[in-house]
């Protein structure tokens, strides 16, 4: 696959932006193979993680508009 050019990376940064909210996470080493022997990527894992507690804590998520 060849390189983007500079107007989709920034198109990508825009959209990405836009769409989600970035959380940069350290984890100890052995965790990654743990998630992908699980048949999760770590993000998948986190994500379904804290999914999971926002429900068992009575939080619902917000959803941006599907117009902005």
Do not use: H, W
Request: net charge positive; hydrophobic share 30%; with cysteine.
């Amino acid at each position: 696959m060849g390189k983007l050019s500079e107007k989709k990376l920034i198109s990508n940064k825009k959209y990405d932006d836009k769409t989600y909210d970035f959380c940069g996470v350290k984890l100890r080493k052995g965790i990654k193979p743990a998630t992908l022997n699980a048949g999760y990527t770590i993000n998948g894992y986190i994500t379904r993680a804290v999914m999971n507690q926002m429900e068992a804590d009575g939080i619902t998520a917000i959803q941006p508009d599907a117009n902005e």
